[in-house]
């Protein structure tokens, strides 16, 4: 028997029918300053440790395990989100945002009190758990305080969120490396962090139906096992050893296989982490899908403009943090304005068609980047780039929460947020793997017959910008066209999986988003309604 607990101060009122217990206006505000808090933290550091590692790894005198670093952060991150919403959909959001945030500046401190590269790694994984929970846990959230319908004003928000901090990491990165030492790209985040804890303890009070329960142990271990297996596969073994070696073929196998028991499991268990029906409905599985897609897409971007500014255009990372201003712009100027018009108007479709044509132009006009692009064209990229993100982050969201039964909110949520990981993840591996294999090619062919001895040395200098600026010329110049040449062919490396994401776009169906007049959504009604939704647009 489920017992309802009652609302508190700040929280939401029960209903009496065990529906939907949205917040008022001035509530939802209250609310979204932690949750935003909480989830700048993890987007926060998804970016700023970049422009501090070259001054770690010299530090401890260890470049070879630099990507660790990275890895170890997605690894546990993405591994562990759906875990997150699961278990918050079990015992409540509110406890488990806090353990999330707990969790993260704990490993913030000990990150920071590192005192050997191994040390750094492992207490970056525990960074990485919380994180992941603090992604999945905030848009959950705000899926229990507001209807969908007006959900997109709020959303907005988000996607600004994660527009500043991919500007604002760089730039914090660079001030506080040049400044106090890059050890206080850790500690920063405790007093954002005490802020988050702060509000969401005071306000967040919720009230949950308890029921009885079991945690899905052994799917939570196999989907972490798989996504481990993967990601080591094509962030280290495959750009280390070689993709036809027998450690990455182990590694993709153990994946795939470790991916098939995990779905054979969910399709048994009684609660399972991630419930096989979601995929039933169009809807959920379009937009998971696209998410994958949009998120495999835009590392690109984000991870490769740093470089061409501080390697090709020779600025500091403080300033290349503030050169990449226009991408935010961008973000702010159409995650806004478009969750506005969802919620005015209750229609979602046209933006994420909208964001891949824009992503995909964007990515189009980056792979012609020169050694002699001005800043005022890059700029433009960058706002389209910026634009294009922002029409989709947080809808697409939206639109898979307004097409679950409501007691899948957490784990839908986790799921989305899982998914554009996973994406970003690879894509991050495949693109740092496409750079590696087109500058060597690109430095074969731009260096003189007679001093192809070099490209070799050419090609390890261009792992760092600072070696790239020792080089004198005109080996600089053709090591820096090199990498320019190479990086046009990572952004056109995205166009196929932006052009398909472009189509699941397209083709999948729109669900009038429900507002707070709606009762509770029925287990198993998703998928009429949005059958019914997709009669009516034919």
């Given at each position: 028997m489920s017992t309802t607990e009652p609302a508190t101060a700040g929280g939401a009122s029960a209903s009496s029918d065990g529906g939907p217990n949205y917040l008022s206006h001035k509530q939802i505000l209250v609310v979204l300053g932690g949750l935003m808090a909480g989830m700048f933290l993890a987007a926060l550091d998804q970016s700023i440790v970049g422009t501090a590692l070259p001054r770690i790894v010299s530090e401890?005198?260890?470049?070879?395990?630099?990507?660790?670093?990275?890895?170890?952060?997605?690894?546990?991150?993405?591994?562990?989100?759906?875990?997150?919403?699961?278990?918050?959909?079990?015992?409540?959001?509110?406890?488990?945002?806090?353990?999330?945030?707990?969790?993260?500046?704990?490993?913030?401190?000990?990150?920071?009190?590192?005192?050997?590269?191994?040390?750094?790694?492992?207490?970056?994984?525990?960074?990485?758990?919380?994180?992941?929970?603090?992604?999945?846990?905030?848009?959950?959230?705000?899926?229990?305080v507001i209807p969908p319908r007006e959900r997109g004003k709020y959303m907005g928000y988000f996607g600004a969120v994660f527009g500043l901090s991919s500007v604002a990491g760089p730039l914090l990165g660079g001030v506080l490396t040049d400044g106090p030492g890059w050890r206080w790209i850790f500690w920063i985040n405790l007093p954002i962090g005490l802020v988050a804890l702060g509000i969401v303890g005071a306000v967040l009070k919720l009230p949950h139906v308890k029921r009885s329960h079991k945690i899905d142990y052994l799917g939570a271990g196999t989907v972490a096992a798989a996504v481990t297996s993967l990601l080591l596969a094509v962030s280290w073994s495959g750009p280390t050893n070689g993709w036809g070696t027998g450690t990455t073929i182990a590694l993709l196998v153990a994946a795939v296989v470790l991916a098939v028991a995990f779905v054979l499991i969910e399709l048994r268990v009684a609660e399972p982490i991630i419930p096989m029906d979601l995929f039933k409905g169009r809807i959920f599985s379009g937009y998971a899908g696209y998410a994958f897609l949009l998120g495999f897409a835009m590392f690109g971007a984000l991870i490769f403009l740093p470089l061409y500014l501080q390697a090709v255009k020779d600025m500091s990372p403080t300033r290349s943090g503030l050169a990449l201003?226009?991408?935010?712009?961008?973000?702010?100027?159409?995650?806004?304005?478009?969750?506005?018009?969802?919620?005015?108007?209750?229609?979602?479709?046209?933006?994420?068609?909208?964001?891949?044509?824009?992503?995909?132009?964007?990515?189009?006009?980056?792979?012609?980047?020169?050694?002699?692009?001005?800043?005022?064209?890059?700029?433009?990229?960058?706002?389209?780039?910026?634009?294009?993100?922002?029409?989709?982050?947080?809808?697409?969201?939206?639109?898979?929460?307004?097409?679950?039964?409501?007691?899948?909110?957490?784990?839908?949520?986790?799921?989305?947020?899982?998914?554009?990981?996973?994406?970003?993840?690879?894509?991050?591996?495949?693109?740092?793997?496409?750079?590696?294999?087109?500058?060597?090619?690109?430095?074969?062919?731009?260096?003189?017959?007679?001093?192809?001895?070099?490209?070799?040395?050419?090609?390890?200098?261009?792992?760092?910008?600072?070696?790239?600026?020792?080089?004198?010329?005109?080996?600089?110049?053709?090591?820096?066209?090199?990498?320019?040449?190479?990086?046009?062919?990572?952004?056109?490396?995205?166009?196929?999986?932006?052009?398909?994401?472009?189509?699941?776009?397209?083709?999948?169906?729109?669900?009038?988003?429900?507002?707070?007049?709606?009762?509770?959504?029925?287990?198993?009604?998703?998928?009429?309604?949005?059958?019914?939704?997709?009669?009516?647009?034919?």
């Open positions: 401890f005198n260890s470049l070879d395990k630099l990507s660790w670093v990275v890895t170890a952060y997605l690894l546990t991150s993405t591994a562990s989100t759906p875990l997150w919403g699961k278990v918050s959909d079990l015992y409540g959001r509110r406890p488990l945002f806090i353990a999330a945030i707990v969790t993260f500046l704990a490993g913030s401190v000990l990150a920071a009190l590192s005192q050997n590269i191994e040390m750094l790694i492992g207490f970056r994984a525990v960074q990485g758990l919380g994180a992941g929970g603090l992604m999945s846990l905030a848009f959950a959230t705000i899926g229990d201003l226009p991408m935010i712009v961008g973000i702010f100027s159409a995650s806004i304005p478009s969750g506005q018009l969802m919620s005015k108007s209750g229609r979602y479709k046209m933006f994420p068609i909208i964001s891949a044509v824009l992503v995909g132009g964007a990515m189009v006009m980056l792979s012609t980047l020169s050694l002699s692009t001005p800043y005022w064209q890059l700029a433009i990229y960058m706002f389209v780039m910026g634009a294009g993100l922002g029409l989709s982050m947080q809808i697409t969201v939206t639109a898979a929460q307004n097409s679950v039964p409501r007691k899948h909110m957490g784990t839908a949520t986790s799921s989305m947020t899982f998914f554009r990981s996973m994406g970003g993840a690879i894509g991050t591996a495949v693109y740092g793997a496409v750079l590696t294999s087109r500058l060597q090619d690109h430095l074969t062919t731009i260096v003189p017959q007679t001093m192809q001895g070099i490209v070799g040395q050419l090609a390890k200098a261009a792992n760092s910008v600072q070696a790239l600026h020792a080089l004198k010329p005109p080996m600089k110049g053709w090591a820096l066209q090199g990498l320019v040449d190479a990086m046009g062919d990572v952004f056109l490396v995205s166009l196929p999986f932006l052009a398909i994401a472009l189509v699941i776009a397209i083709i999948t169906p729109e669900q009038r988003l429900a507002g707070r007049s709606d009762g509770p959504k029925p287990e198993g009604e998703a998928e009429s309604i949005e059958a019914s939704a997709a009669a009516a647009m034919h």
